[in-house]
Structures are given as structure tokens and as C-alpha cells.
């Protein structure tokens, strides 16, 4: 391998992640983001973001003098070969398609700064014909001297990026040229030497690999949660359920935990993005448009799970929240389920009390009248119930008796199967688990599952529209 020049703009998840393990395998990498204060605080070896095991690599990197930090995005780019666009491309309020303008932005901030035979590499996932568009706004700027533009979508999860980004399934690179080719080989030698699979494609077929995964992966979650709320019905256990399923190869185990709904950075506004894109080239992609229905409906439709363990009610309850985030191993709040179930309890009178390991400065921001805790159990005193929303493995392991203890009900919702029934009603838990059915009948409640209660068609309803209109005329020239 030749130690590559690389500029990574954007210091986010996706950014940071790439830009330290980059220069931790032997790259000469440049991390830029216009947000000054992050940059400052990288500079102290302040990391912006929780991400296990980021905080070694950076140190590593940086003691290395491989990787440096910087606002002057100019600068960087001009002495770099390859540079990496990893900036946000977050859903567009109105109508949930990509909001592309910080990647346009990108595009034109640099165009005339990159030096002769470099080139721009998305990492940030963007719609099918991004890399054309990009490749419109640098031409423009610098007439013929072309500078080829590649599509690398980066498959890692929060939580788990530094393995994800590492020991890849696979590196997807979407160009047909050559050289570029050639430069993007040689940045990721390091894992191709340790045998994991490049990917070679047309520029626009990697940018619709990464959508078609997310896709696929959401719709598999609600797949396996439609499950849960048939065995809940039907007195089977999701669980067996997975484990059956999973042991077929041709299905395999991953990806089918049943659980309150998936959230986060990527799922939510991609899936909604590929069905917009879908709409433009007038195709229906009618599973992905019911997987984010069904998801949106389900994370609204777990305050009425709240609602009937205890009886219909959660006014001036206090309930308590243990986790926050949209999945362990991070701080990241963004579409986490735990936003829609606490508004929806507060708007019908709960007192909601929480705790997360690490999300709770970037909760606080979106969820201002929770009154929060360190410690699980002051969180759970004095809890007419208490809410498991994200499997931490802190809160994997508490003392169920104690915690029974110290509530005023001891009424339990698990949403993410963490603990066992059985085992929880030996401890003097009331309990309700998703995809088994209760034990017995809470002894207040007369039973109906939640999700055929009357209000729920109040409660799911969407923010933004998706059903498809085949009578859309295709937009995109690839038709024309
Ligand atoms: C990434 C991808 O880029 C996104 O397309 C994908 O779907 C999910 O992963 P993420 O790393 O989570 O997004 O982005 P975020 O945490 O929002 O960070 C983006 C960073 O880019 C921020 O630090 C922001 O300050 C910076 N930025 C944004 C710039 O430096 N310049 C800009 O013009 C816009
Ligand atoms: C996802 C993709 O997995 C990753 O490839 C892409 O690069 C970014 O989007 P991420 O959002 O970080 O990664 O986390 P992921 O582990 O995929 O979880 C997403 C959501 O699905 C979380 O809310 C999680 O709790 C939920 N989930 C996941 C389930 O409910 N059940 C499962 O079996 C798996």
C-alpha cells in the first residue's frame, strides 16, 4: 500500500469513523467540518460523539501524525488525491426526500481547489444520480479538466462502527474509471489483504446498494415485529420464532430482534428516501412503503402498550424510561422510538422519568420535560412502571428485585426482550414482554391487545404521506 493523501469532510459518525481508521491503516488524512467548535475540541482529543473505541483510534492516529484536524477545507483539499464527502444528508421536512444541499455545497466549495487527477469520493449516502449531479457542478466550475466522482457508501452501524468500518462484509466502490479505481484499491489494501470482499460497480448501482440494504434490513425488523404481535396473540414466542427462522441459511439470524420499532440516523429517512426516488423514476416500491409505515406506526403505538399494562391510563402515572437512544452503544437520539412514546405520554399526563448510559445530554435537548437520572434505580423510584427501551447491556444485568422495591407498581414493559418472564414475575414483576403473550392477565386490566384498541388510528398516523401514486410521471432523465 502507498500511503494515500485523503481530506474526509464531515467529522460525524460516518466522517470521523473513516477518517481515523484511514490513517490508522497508513494514510495521510485530513478531517474537516465546518462546525469550529468541533474541530477545537478534536484538536484537545475532545471526541464529539459516543462511539466505542473511536477514542483509541483518534489518539493513535493522531500521536502518529497521520491525522490532523481543520476548518480550512480549501486547504486540505488542494494537497489531497482522494477526498471523501461525508457530510449529513438528513430528510427534507417537507416531503422526506434527501436534503442533498450540503453535498452540493461540498461539491462547489472544492470544485476549483482540487488539484489535477484527484478525485471525490461520496461517502455520505445519496439518491441514484448524485454522483452525476456532483459531477455537473465540478465540470461547470472547472470546464474540461474532469475529476472523476465515485460512489463508496459506508455500511457501518453506530455502536459497532470501528468493526463495521474494519472487518466490512464488504467495500462497495461505484466507478467505471480506471484510475479512480486504482486509488481506491490501494486506500482499502489493508482489508483486502485480510480478505475482505471490493466491490466494483457502476457509480449508480453502488449508490442504490446502500439504499436497497438499509431497505431490506428495515423491512426485515418489521417483518419479525409483525411477528412478535401475531405470537402475542397467538401464545407463541417470537423468540423461537427468530431462532427458527434464522437457522435457514437462505434467511440467517441477523436482523430479527423484535423490538419497539427501528429509529436512528439511516433507516428511517433512507427507506422514506428510496421511496421518494422510486416515485420520481414512477416505480412503486410497495414493501419499503408499507416497512415505513408499519415502523412509524408502531414506534407511536407503544405509548398505548404504556397505556395498557397500566389499565388504560397513564395519567399523573410516573413512568419510567431505561434508555433512550435508538439503539445500545451510542448517544445518538435521532428518530430513537423513545421521542414519539414520551411525547405521546406526556400529551396524555404521564410523569416521565429517565435514564440512559450515554444519551442523555443529546435527549435532554429534544425531550426537555423529562426529568432525568444517573442511576437506574433512583429513576425507577417511585415508577407506577417502568419502560425498557433499549438494550444496553447496562441494563441488562439490574437487580430486578430491588428495582421492584423501590417502585410504587411494579408493572414492567419490555421492549426489548431483555429479560426473562418468567424469572421477572418471580421478582414481583408485573410484566409484558413484545411478541409473547402476558403470563396472566394483569390483574387490573381486561385483556386487549394494545394495537386494537379504538384510538389507534389517531395514533399512527403519518407526518409525512407515502403511499405511492402510480399516476406520477417519471422525472428523472434516465427515462427520457
Ligand atoms: C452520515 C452520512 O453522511 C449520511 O449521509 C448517512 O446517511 C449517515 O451517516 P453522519 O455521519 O451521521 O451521516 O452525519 P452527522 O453526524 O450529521 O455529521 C455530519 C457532519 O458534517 C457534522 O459534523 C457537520 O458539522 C459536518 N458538515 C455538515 C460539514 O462539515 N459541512 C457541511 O456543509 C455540512
Ligand atoms: C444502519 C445499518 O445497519 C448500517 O449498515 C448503515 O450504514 C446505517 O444504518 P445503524 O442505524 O447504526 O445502522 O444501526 P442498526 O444496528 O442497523 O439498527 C438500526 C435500528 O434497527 C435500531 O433502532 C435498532 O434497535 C433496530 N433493530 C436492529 C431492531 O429493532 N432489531 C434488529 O434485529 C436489529
Not at 408502531?298 to 402515572?317: F, T, W, Y
Not at 452503544?329 to 405521546?344: F, G, V
Request: glycine residues 8%; contains cysteine.
Amino acid at each position: 500500500m502507498q500511503s494515500a493523501a485523503i481530506t474526509v469532510i464531515g467529522t460525524g459518525y460516518v466522517g470521523l469513523v473513516a477518517g481515523a481508521c484511514f490513517a490508522d491503516w497508513g494514510h495521510q488524512v485530513i478531517c474537516v467540518d465546518h462546525d469550529a467548535g468541533r474541530i477545537a475540541g478534536l484538536n484537545h482529543g475532545r471526541v464529539p460523539i459516543y462511539e466505542p473505541g473511536l477514542d483509541k483510534i483518534l489518539a493513535r492516529a493522531t500521536r502518529s501524525g497521520n491525522l490532523s484536524f481543520s476548518t480550512d477545507t480549501i486547504g486540505a483539499v488542494k494537497s489531497s488525491q482522494a477526498v471523501f464527502i461525508a457530510v449529513g444528508t438528513p430528510p427534507r421536512k417537507s416531503d422526506g426526500e434527501a436534503d442533498l444541499s450540503f453535498v452540493h455545497q461540498c461539491a462547489s466549495d472544492i470544485a476549483t481547489a482540487l488539484r489535477p487527477g484527484a478525485l471525490v469520493v461520496t461517502k455520505s449516502t445519496v439518491p441514484v444520480g448524485t454522483g452525476d449531479v456532483i459531477e455537473r457542478i465540478l465540470r461547470q466550475a472547472r470546464q474540461d479538466d474532469a475529476i472523476p466522482v465515485v460512489s463508496n457508501p459506508e455500511f457501518l452501524r453506530e455502536g459497532s462502527a470501528i468493526g463495521d468500518f474494519c472487518e466490512p462484509d464488504r467495500v462497495v466502490i461505484g466507478t467505471e474509471d480506471e484510475a479512480a479505481r486504482a486509488v481506491l484499491r490501494n486506500i482499502y489494501q489493508p482489508i483486502a489483504l485480510r480478505g475482505h470482499r471490493i466491490l466494483f460497480t457502476r457509480r449508480r448501482s453502488a449508490e442504490l446498494i446502500k439504499y436497497a440494504s438499509n431497505a431490506f434490513l428495515a423491512a426485515k425488523i418489521t417483518f419479525i415485529n409483525e411477528m412478535a404481535d401475531l405470537c402475542e396473540m397467538a401464545d407463541a414466542d417470537v423468540g423461537d420464532i427468530a431462532l427458527g427462522m434464522g437457522l435457514d441459511r437462505r434467511i440467517g439470524p441477523h436482523f430479527l430482534h423484535a423490538g419497539p420499532g427501528y429509529g436512528g440516523s439511516c433507516f428511517p429517512k433512507d427507506t422514506l428516501a428510496l421511496v421518494r426516488t422510486a416515485q420520481e423514476y414512477g416505480v412503486s416500491l410497495r414493501l419499503v412503503e408499507e416497512t415505513v409505515q408499519a415502523n412509524t406506526a408502531r414506534k407511536r403505538r407503544m405509548a398505548q402498550r404504556v397505556r395498557h399494562i397500566l389499565d388504560g391510563s397513564v395519567e399523573n402515572k410516573r413512568i419510567a424510561i431505561l434508555g433512550l437512544t435508538f439503539k445500545a452503544d451510542t448517544d445518538d437520539m435521532r428518530d430513537s422510538p423513545s421521542i414519539p412514546l414520551i411525547e405521546l405520554l406526556q400529551r396524555s399526563g404521564a410523569v416521565v422519568h429517565a435514564h440512559d448510559p450515554e444519551g442523555m445530554e443529546q435527549a435532554r435537548r429534544i425531550l426537555p420535560n423529562v426529568t432525568y437520572h444517573d442511576d437506574p434505580y433512583d429513576c425507577a423510584r417511585g415508577a407506577d412502571a417502568i419502560v425498557f427501551l433499549t438494550d444496553w447491556e447496562a441494563l441488562k444485568h439490574l437487580d430486578l428485585a430491588r428495582l421492584a422495591a423501590v417502585m410504587r407498581h411494579p408493572v414492567m414493559l419490555d421492549l426489548r426482550r431483555i429479560y426473562d418472564p418468567e424469572e421477572a414475575a418471580r421478582q414481583g414483576f408485573v410484566i409484558e414482554t413484545v411478541g409473547r403473550s402476558g403470563l396472566e392477565p394483569h390483574p387490573l386490566s381486561t385483556f386487549q391487545p394494545s394495537y386494537l384498541l379504538p384510538d389507534i388510528a389517531a395514533q399512527t398516523r403519518l407526518p409525512i404521506a407515502v403511499t405511492s401514486n402510480l399516476n406520477i410521471q417519471p422525472t428523472k432523465e434516465r427515462l427520457a
